[in-house]
């Protein structure tokens, strides 16, 4: 009896988190962030990407066994919270996670097994000018918008459309220098005022990837897979709450355009130029719920939050190595059947990530000077074992020829112009944008 008792004594005491379930202002959250990466300093690393209009810092927390530095084989994931400074619940749950997962490593076998096996970078704000101009009003605060009044989910390069020599702004340069820092393999954008998984992507020009009224990318089981991961592991999600919106989400899922198209939005821009699979999550109908509800909000989506950094791990990682194996960059690896816009390549040390479902998968490497490679590959489920299988690729014959060039996919550039069918999307574009203000004028997520 008393050892039931000794057994069932940590479970009974709730879980004594240091910080407390309210609204940080930008100085609290620095000093959170201080000295968490302070008190866990072999697990955790403090940095800023950059500095937002107004001057405060984007604080982004590495969390890992080897925090400071990558590691081959070891992926990177992140999260990005409040890029809508008036949408505070992510900016909430990051932090908890960070409490979360600090306070756990080491004594909770999930934590510890994903941390050891994964880098996780958080960004708990994207906008904190934004934050610090918004009023408490569930729906109605401002604060959607940086210092300089941009939507910064509309800023982004958009691969369907031209750029108009668009502004970008701080926080969105930032954001984009980053991903350059890093290869990114999965990623979450946190917002608020619906509650659904929404995967990209969130624009079209009316090309092959418009199917019905949703615009579909190469990878889409893929992403309809990891916006179920998060929508079923959510208390409610799944149930397709409908908050103020008219739309049925089954599942708790949708495609971005078939929600509402939107221009510059931040998912497209990682999928398509920094090869990184991300969702964008709804996570509240209250864009700024009372305090009350918080402890509720990370009950619900603790569970989700967690099983989709687990998602990190599915499919194929490796490297490609040449005649001599030696690490290639930038060699391509293509899954055939996924003719992706830009193509996906190797990093510095040779490596590749690519989430896949379980099954076969034929993959063609390609290198100037190299026949190119096919294998196929027989992938496994791998968040399990907190492991994409492993697979690396190496060169058998060199050519005088680069004759691959002509058949890899060019990738939009992403600061070029594509004047010929800008016209045309931007009118369409545009019609649907002015139908869905008279309908949502506040509603935008
Ligand atoms: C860090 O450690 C100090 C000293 O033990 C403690 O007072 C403080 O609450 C801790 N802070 C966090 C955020 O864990
Ligand atoms: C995680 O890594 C730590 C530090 O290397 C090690 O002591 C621990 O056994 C590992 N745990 C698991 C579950 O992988
Ligand atoms: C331009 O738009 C047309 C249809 O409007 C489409 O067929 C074509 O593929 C687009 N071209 C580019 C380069 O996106
Ligand atoms: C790989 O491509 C990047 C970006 O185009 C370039 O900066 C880098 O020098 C390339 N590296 C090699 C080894 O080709
Ligand atoms: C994949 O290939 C293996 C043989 O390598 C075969 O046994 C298996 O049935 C195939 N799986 C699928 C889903 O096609
Ligand atoms: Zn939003």
Redesign the pocket.
């Known amino acids: 009896m008393l050892l039931s008792a000794l057994f069932w004594f940590p479970f009974l005491v709730p879980l004594n988190h240091?910080?407390e379930f309210q609204y940080h202002n930008t100085a609290q959250v620095e000093r959170?962030l201080y000295?968490?990466s302070?008190?866990?300093s072999s697990i955790t690393h403090l940095h800023s990407i950059g500095r937002s209009v107004e001057g405060r810092e984007l604080w982004v927390l590495i969390l890992g066994q080897h925090p400071r530095e990558h590691r081959v084989g070891i992926p990177e994931f992140k999260y990005v919270g409040n890029m809508h400074g008036n949408e505070v619940v992510g900016r909430v749950l990051l932090l908890q996670l960070i409490?979360y997962l600090?306070h756990n490593y080491m004594s909770d076998p999930f934590v510890t097994k994903l941390m050891n096996a994964t880098r996780i970078h958080i960004l708990p704000s994207m906008n904190p000018d934004g934050f610090e101009s918004s009023g408490r009003d569930c729906m109605y605060s401002p604060g959607r918008l940086n210092k300089n009044g941009v939507d910064l989910n509309r800023n982004f390069p958009d691969a369907f459309l031209s750029d108009f020599e668009q502004v970008r702004e701080k926080e969105v340069d930032s954001v984009i220098k980053w991903l350059k820092t890093e290869m990114f393999v999965l990623s979450a954008n946190l917002h608020g005022g619906a509650v659904v998984a929404s995967y990209p992507y969130d624009n079209s020009n009316g090309g092959s990837e418009l199917q019905g009224d949703s615009s579909i990318t190469p990878d889409n089981d893929v992403f309809v897979h990891l916006a179920k991961t998060y929508s079923v592991n959510h208390a409610s999600m799944q149930k397709a709450n409908k908050c103020y919106d008219s739309k049925d989400f089954t599942d708790g899922i949708t495609n971005g355009y078939s929600w509402y198209p939107l221009e510059g939005g931040m998912q497209d821009y990682n999928y398509v130029w920094a090869q990184c699979l991300e969702l964008t999550l709804e996570l509240s109908c209250c864009k700024f719920p009372p305090e009350s509800d918080l402890p509720g909000l990370w009950d619900a989506n603790k569970p989700a939050l967690l099983a989709y950094m687990q998602q990190v791990h599915l499919g194929i990682k490796g490297q490609v190595l040449d005649l001599n194996g030696t690490p290639v960059q930038n060699a391509s690896v293509e899954v055939q059947g996924r003719r992706n816009l830009c193509p996906f390549k190797t990093n510095q040390n040779g490596e590749y990530y690519r989430l896949l479902l379980p099954g076969n998968y034929t993959i063609t490497v390609r290198y100037p000077g190299y026949e190119p490679l096919t294998e196929t590959v027989s992938v496994p489920y791998g968040p399990d074992g907190f492991t994409a299988l492993t697979h690396n690729f190496q060169f058998q014959k060199s050519t005088s020829t680069t004759f691959f060039v002509a058949t890899e996919p060019t990738c939009p550039s992403p600061e070029v112009s594509n004047r010929e069918n800008h016209s045309a999307a931007l009118l369409s574009s545009t019609i649907i944008t002015l139908t869905a203000l008279t309908i949502h004028t506040l509603l935008l997520c």
């Open positions: 240091a910080l959170y000295e968490i302070k008190n866990y409490d600090t």
